[in-house]
């Protein structure tokens, strides 16, 4: 089992920039993929970017190409999410989930291609 903490949300204004970080712990950190989930308030959560075990291939919702980043420190079992240029439509509580196992492309965008989830923080972007 693993367990999975985000941090790092907060209140900005629109053009600011924000780094979420997902800690997670009780098992080898790098046999899992991992991936940023979101879901504003009266939708349903969707997907925001995944990586795989080692960070060589990322992948992004079309939404955030370009502004969002995530990355991966395996020596410190932390995924982060580096968010810029924030639009008020990014408001959301922002998940971390993870999955064992291989890459599946683009599969990795739908939820129920992870095993586990965070608690979520709360990204509130102001115009």
């Known amino acids: 089992q693993v367990q999975l903490v985000e941090s790092g949300g907060g209140l900005v204004q629109a053009g600011d920039s924000l780094r979420l970080s997902c800690v997670a712990s009780?098992?080898?950190?790098?046999?899992?993929?991992s991936g940023w989930f979101r879901q504003a308030p009266g939708k349903e959560r969707e997907f925001v970017a995944a990586i795989t075990r080692f960070g060589r291939t990322t992948l992004y919702a079309d939404s955030v190409k370009g502004r969002f980043t995530i990355s991966r420190d395996n020596a410190k079992n932390t995924v982060f999410l580096q968010m810029t240029s924030l639009k008020p439509e990014d408001t959301a509580v922002y998940y971390c989930?993870?999955?064992?196992?291989?890459?599946?492309?683009?599969?990795?965008?739908?939820?129920?291609?992870?095993?586990?989830w965070g608690q979520g923080t709360q990204v509130t972007v102001s115009s």
């Open positions: 989930a993870f999955r064992p196992g291989l890459w599946m492309g683009d599969r990795q965008k739908e939820e129920r291609m992870y095993d586990h």
């Open positions: 009780g098992r080898t950190f790098n046999d899992y993929i």
